[in-house]
């Protein structure tokens, strides 16, 4: 009798060692920490950031884990919740395209600050980190998008499970504690995609309450709480409750094939833009018709091309879609999003800003754009887009990007993604102090964690070394 899927990731955890994961996984890693770490820095400067950080801090005062780019040091778990609302509140996180799974944010948050609270060094909590994300982007990947077709956000769902995977590494629990770890965890997984309707924050807070839950259910299993076994498979389990009539499309094999051989993280895609991931092969688009354009008011009709399964997402209701009230709903706007690249020639954290929801010029391209499936799309191995311009002297313009840049082979080179901390962590730390901070970060599996928390903090910091905050 072949191991439950619960069963095979306990024991891949269980025994796994810093010298079995590849080097060029391991550096890939530190890279993607880098850059969740960087976006957490940066969602500092957004109001969301001190409410979430005030509300956690209410409840359960001061502590000594740190929080990124903050004053503050929480408890344990409100430490691991704020990092993770800091991490994913921008949406600038990285994601697996095949998963559709923040895969970062579904596991750093609760093996940075578990690593730091038990004095770990930094090659422990990468060893449970590469743990977690092989777990997070197998779970995405075998629901096959099933998760937002249900109504749930897939992080949100994934994320207790990578994260008790995670904590149980971290606190070396046996086999059967890592399948009980996984037992429990299934019983607070949640996270519904009800925030699409309005612009809600509650999508920043999934990933942060995964990290609890995960951390909370492998404390639990070390003490001899009893998890169910099969927490993913049977009529009771994860895939049937949660996904219902798309049940029937799971491939149940995907969560354990291939573990520890096949390394899926070095996958994952680091976004060069704000926004939500779908629509970043149309906003590369729409920045290549730029230069083509003889001016903006040319334009007669914008024809968005989105992978079909998207749409519901990105461009629906069209209504609410060209006219975003926020700037959390601007970042799942197809319409906002091509008509900013196609006016400012850029998009970045500024154009989210409240003056530039409101561009007059950028509104009334919205208004003459349209959204349709992409029948050219290479969806889900990548995030392909496409943009067509009618213009009023009659001219069609068109172009297509099937690989989003930030994926396969147009991954962010190291290089790169520095250049995006630097810039992110900048709105927090001086330049120094950044350098610092990313300097020891993509050294972390040389050091303690707590010689890299220490520069992720401001509350040691020289006034001089922090930039004024923003009040984006």
């Not at 994260?163 to 070396?172: P, Q």
């Not at 076994?229 to 009539?245: M, W």
């Not at 009023?392 to 995006?420: I, M, P, Q, T, W």
Request: net charge neutral; glycine share 10%.
């Amino acid at each position: 009798m072949s191991d439950s899927p619960a069963r095979a990731i306990a024991r891949f955890a269980a025994v796994l060692r810093y010298d079995d994961i590849p080097r060029a996984v391991r550096e890939r890693a530190q890279v993607q920490i880098l850059d969740g770490l960087g976006v957490g820095f940066a969602a500092n400067a957004y109001p969301f950031a001190d409410k979430a950080i005030a509300g956690i801090h209410a409840l359960g005062g001061d502590g000594a884990c740190t929080v990124v780019g903050r004053r503050e040091c929480l408890p344990l778990r409100d430490a691991a919740l704020a990092n993770g609302i800091l991490i994913h509140g921008l949406d600038f996180d990285d994601t697996h395209l095949e998963s559709i799974v923040h895969a970062t944010a579904a596991c750093l948050p609760c093996a940075l600050s578990l690593a730091e609270a038990l004095d770990l060094h930094g090659r422990d909590l990468l060893i449970a980190y590469v743990a977690g994300m092989e777990v997070a982007i197998r779970l995405g990947a075998a629901v096959k998008g099933g998760f937002h077709h249900a109504g749930f956000h897939a992080t949100g769902i994934v994320s207790h499970f990578s994260a008790a995977v995670v904590a149980g590494k971290l606190l070396a629990l046996t086999e059967d504690q890592l399948v009980s770890a996984q037992g429990i965890a299934a019983s607070s997984a949640s996270g519904v995609q009800v925030f699409l309707e309005e612009g809600a924050w509650t999508k920043r807070f999934h990933p942060g309450w995964g990290a609890v839950g995960g951390i909370t259910a492998a404390y639990l299993a070390r003490s001899g709480f009893v998890g169910p076994s099969r927490p993913y498979e049977g009529k009771f389990g994860l895939f049937q409750t949660h996904l219902q009539a798309e049940a029937a499309t799971v491939d149940g094999t995907r969560l354990a094939a291939g573990l520890g051989s096949r390394w899926e993280l070095a996958e994952t895609a680091i976004k060069p833009y704000p926004v939500c991931h779908f629509i970043h092969g149309a906003a590369d688009a729409a920045l290549a018709l730029r230069a083509e354009l003889p001016s903006v008011d040319a334009i007669a009709r914008v024809r968005v091309l989105l992978p079909e399964p998207t749409l519901p997402i990105v461009a629906e209701p069209s209504g609410d879609k060209r006219r975003p009230q926020t700037d959390y709903a601007a970042k799942f706007s197809a319409p906002f999003v091509i008509g900013t690249c196609l006016v400012h020639g850029r998009f970045g954290l500024s154009e989210l800003r409240p003056d530039a929801l409101k561009h007059p010029t950028v509104l009334a391209l919205c208004e003459r754009t349209e959204c349709a499936p992409d029948p050219d799309t290479a969806f889900p191995a990548y995030f392909s887009g496409g943009v067509e311009l009618d213009l009023n002297d009659g001219r069609r313009l068109r172009r297509h990007v099937r690989v989003n840049s930030g994926a396969g082979e147009r991954a962010l080179s190291v290089e790169e993604a520095s250049a995006k901390f630097m810039a992110a962590a900048g709105t927090v730390l001086s330049d120094a102090a950044a350098s610092r901070a990313r300097d020891a970060i993509l050294s972390i599996d040389r050091r303690p964690v707590r010689a890299t928390t220490g520069s992720l903090g401001v509350h040691g910091l020289p006034d001089r070394e922090r930039p004024a905050r923003s009040e984006s």
